[in-house]
């Protein structure tokens, strides 16, 4: 059977609801996709995270615990009060039993509270603070893809590698990218390595001249870019034009496979990420990437659009295990206790605090030169195990984990 999906528009935001009470009625999971539909992070998660989940609910067959499967969405425009409103009317009024994507740390956060309190199940693939399982951790929050340690950590880690220990961080003025910039400082001090200089900016920030003046004035031999969405790719071609690399290598820390689409290898070439997923990774991810292309206008997905039907899809598993939606924490405890394994970050788990361990990657940017087919954008330069390149169990000091 195939799912179904509704997407409720951002001119829409306060007053979702269903279109009719038997919408509501309790023969369908409803799983709600919260995130940036429009903005500056639309490009990274959007529709594409839509789809995503819109896809492990039919590879899962359009139905689980005996109940159709429904995917909605709505677009929390970056705005943590907003992102909490839907929430609760999602929770308390429309049926839905979990929230994934939540794209923008702060949202994340936000929404993550509720869910506590309501005992309900939220996924969060591409919100990226550490204090989802940290110090705001919760029974009922499952964290998949990435945080802000496991971008930076291992970064720090392979520029050492090639001398490059002198770090210059270019801040977003929210949770995500400071975050970004302490465990980085943190990961820096770990192997003698130092922050040379860092500045913040605003969200969707247009000209970052004034800040790359200021890198280039340092004695920094590597940029680190600490933002995400829009502003991270306008930081690296701006970067790029002032003439940084190769002098800096430029780190985007939470810069995607669809910003070097947008921009190009010849603006881009050099550039390091760090990611758990590329399209063209192996088999598997080049099999799905390929399904989900031929629905998002010939695009290739990112690591969060990717983890989200990562997320959407051992929830399901774990809801069939449990037979039930109704006690939040039992669904997000059973998937801690079943592996994950899927064909997009292959063997896994989902840790006592919620969060999911696998792989994660170093990739360079080619060259125009090196690129031999369409979306052929990236190769593997490092690879980080799982348990290496996120916070422990211990250094995260989840409360409820430590007082059991």
């Known amino acids: 059977?195939?799912?179904?999906?509704?997407?409720?528009?951002?001119?829409?935001?306060?007053?979702?609801?269903?279109?009719?009470?038997?919408?509501?009625?309790?023969?369908?999971?409803?799983?709600?996709?919260?995130?940036?539909?429009?903005?500056?992070?639309?490009?990274?998660?959007?529709?594409?995270?839509?789809?995503?989940?819109e896809m492990a609910a039919k590879d899962y067959g359009g139905k689980v615990?005996?109940?159709?499967?429904?995917?909605?969405?709505?677009?929390?425009?970056?705005?943590?009060?907003?992102?909490?409103?839907?929430?609760?009317?999602?929770f308390d009024r429309d049926?839905?039993?979990?929230?994934?994507?939540?794209?923008?740390?702060?949202?994340?956060?936000?929404?993550?509270?509720?869910?506590?309190?309501?005992?309900?199940t939220i996924l969060v693939s591409a919100g990226g603070t550490i204090a989802l399982t940290g110090a705001q951790c919760s029974p009922n929050t499952v964290h998949w893809t990435y945080d802000t340690h496991s971008q930076v950590a291992p970064m720090v880690i392979a520029m050492a590698k090639r001398g490059r220990d002198k770090w210059f961080f270019l801040t977003a003025d929210y949770a995500f990218?400071?975050?970004?910039?302490?465990?980085?400082?943190?990961?820096?001090?770990?192997?003698?390595?130092?922050?040379?200089?860092?500045?913040?900016?605003?969200?969707?920030?247009?000209?970052?001249?004034s800040f790359l003046l200021q890198a280039q004035g340092s004695s920094a031999n590597v940029l680190a870019l600490a933002n995400g969405g829009d502003d991270s790719a306008?930081?690296?071609?701006?970067a790029q034009e002032f003439g940084l690399t190769p002098k800096i290598a430029l780190a985007g820390l939470s810069a995607e496979v669809t910003d070097v689409h947008s921009l190009g290898l010849a603006a881009t070439k050099g550039l390091l990420l760090s990611m758990p997923f590329y399209w063209d990774l192996n088999d598997g991810t080049r099999a799905f990437s390929k399904?989900?292309?031929?629905?998002?206008?010939?695009?290739?997905?990112?690591?969060?659009?990717?983890?989200?039907?990562?997320?959407?899809?051992?929830?399901?598993?774990?809801?069939?295990?449990?037979?039930?939606?109704?006690d939040g924490r039992k669904v997000v405890d059973k998937m801690k206790e079943i592996p994950t394994d899927d064909a997009l970050f292959g063997k896994g788990y989902v840790r006592a605090d919620?969060?999911?361990?696998?792989?994660?990657?170093?990739?360079?940017?080619?060259?125009?030169?090196?690129?031999?087919?369409?979306?052929?954008?990236?190769?593997?330069?490092?690879?980080?195990?799982?348990?290496?390149?996120?916070?422990?169990?211990?250094?995260?000091?989840?409360q409820f984990v430590m007082q059991k």
């Not at 038997?22 to 992070?41: E, Y």
């Not at 049926?95 to 309900?120: C, F, Y």
């Not at 306008?234 to 701006?238: F, G, L, P, V």
């Open 234 to 238: 306008r930081a690296i071609k701006q």
């Open 354 to 398: 919620g969060r999911t361990i696998h792989n994660v990657y170093i990739f360079e940017v080619k060259s125009p030169e090196e690129s031999k087919y369409p979306w052929d954008y990236l190769k593997v330069i490092d690879t980080i195990p799982g348990d290496k390149a996120f916070l422990t169990l211990e250094q995260g000091h989840c």
């Open 291 to 326: 399904r989900w292309s031929e629905l998002n206008r010939g695009r290739m997905p990112t690591m969060m659009q990717a983890g989200n039907y990562a997320a959407v899809l051992h929830y399901l598993k774990a809801v069939d295990a449990v037979g039930s939606t109704e």
């Open 177 to 209: 990218g400071y975050s970004l910039r302490d465990e980085g400082t943190k990961a820096l001090a770990e192997i003698g390595g130092s922050v040379v200089g860092s500045v913040s900016h605003p969200i969707n920030t247009m000209d970052f001249s």
């Open 1 to 53: 059977m195939r799912s179904r999906s509704r997407i409720v528009s951002s001119a829409a935001l306060l007053i979702i609801g269903l279109s009719s009470p038997a919408m509501a009625a309790g023969d369908i999971v409803r799983i709600g996709v919260l995130n940036d539909q429009a903005g500056v992070f639309s490009d990274s998660t959007g529709r594409g995270s839509v789809i995503a989940a």
């Open 65 to 90: 615990a005996g109940k159709r499967i429904e995917i909605i969405a709505a677009d929390h425009q970056n705005k943590p009060d907003v992102g909490a409103s839907i929430a609760r009317t999602w």
């Open 95 to 120: 049926g839905v039993d979990a929230i994934a994507d939540l794209g923008n740390s702060a949202v994340a956060l936000a929404v993550n509270e509720i869910a506590r309190q309501k005992n309900k």
